[in-house]
């Protein structure tokens, strides 16, 4: 099948793709260009995974604050060379990230960052409601296992979902733009000021 230099370009434009790698993907997919986003997407995360070793000493700090100026957030986003750092690209990522953890308010990057004595405080809470439901001991622990995983997905950057893409999590939005901009980037840390209401 030959694949149109007009449907690479919409391919590229949907997805930040290279050229070369939007006309590879609808050359597997035969020209559908649905299958070819979501097999860009995939391989993408594929590379990203292979990239998530490399050293990032680059990067940028972002400053967000919400209009009202009662809510702000600074972050710390590393790359691997200044040139990265002053894409477009980047500059849209940090400001996505800065947003989400205003509107989402996570406690900590990855779930193994969240303070022990606030795990802790949760389950606690999560045993004490189980048995005051009425529900025997014996199985309060396992109904915990699952009121915690709910509680990381909410409160560890990485796992919450996209606030402009509920599909996908932040994780996955990472690997997207890493594969997007062929170097490593991580998170590497965020504060988020809330004035009280």
Same mark, same amino acid.
């Given at each position: 099948?030959?694949?149109?230099?007009?449907?690479?370009?919409?391919?590229?434009?949907?997805?930040?793709?290279?050229?070369?790698?939007?006309?590879?993907?609808?050359?597997?997919?035969?020209?559908?260009?649905?299958?070819?986003?979501?097999?860009?997407?995939?391989?993408?995360?594929?590379?990203?995974?292979?990239?998530?070793?490399?050293?990032?000493?680059?990067?940028?700090?972002?400053?967000?604050?919400?209009?009202?100026?009662?809510?702000?957030?600074?972050?710390?986003?590393?790359?691997?060379?200044?040139?990265?750092?002053?894409?477009?690209?980047?500059?849209?990522?940090?400001?996505?990230?800065?947003?989400?953890?205003?509107?989402?308010?996570?406690?900590?990057?990855?779930?193994?960052?969240?303070?022990?004595?606030?795990?802790?405080?949760?389950?606690?809470?999560? $045993? *004490?409601? &189980?048995?005051?439901? @009425?529900?025997?001991?014996? /199985? +309060?622990?396992?109904?915990?296992?699952?009121?915690? =995983?709910?509680?990381?997905?909410?409160?560890?950057?990485?796992?919450?979902?996209?606030?402009?893409?509920?599909?996908?999590?932040?994780?996955?939005?990472? $690997? *997207?733009? &890493?594969?997007?901009? @062929?170097?490593?980037?991580? /998170? +590497?840390?965020?504060?988020?000021?809330?004035?009280? =209401?």
């Amino acid at each position: 099948m030959v694949i149109s230099a007009k449907l690479v370009k919409e391919l590229r434009d949907k997805t930040g793709a290279g050229m070369m790698n939007c006309k590879k993907a609808l050359e597997t997919c035969n020209g559908d260009i649905e299958k070819a986003i979501d097999h860009l997407r995939s391989t993408g995360i594929a590379k990203a995974e292979k990239k998530s070793g490399r050293e990032a000493k680059e990067g940028a700090i972002y400053s967000y604050i919400h209009p009202g100026s009662k809510l702000g957030v600074l972050v710390k986003v590393n790359c691997e060379t200044d040139f990265v750092a002053n894409t477009e690209e980047f500059k849209s990522f940090l400001k996505d990230i800065a947003m989400q953890i205003a509107a989402m308010n996570p406690k900590a990057i990855k779930r193994e960052d969240i303070d022990s004595k606030v795990i802790d405080r949760e389950k606690a809470v999560y $045993k *004490e409601q &189980i048995i005051l439901s @009425g529900k025997p001991e014996h /199985i +309060a622990d396992k109904i915990i296992v699952g009121k915690m =995983e709910k509680f990381y997905k909410e409160n560890s950057l990485l796992e919450q979902a996209f606030i402009k893409d509920s599909d996908i999590n932040i994780e996955t939005y990472l $690997k *997207e733009t &890493i594969s997007k901009l @062929g170097e490593n980037i991580s /998170i +590497a840390k965020f504060a988020r000021f809330q004035l009280s =209401e």
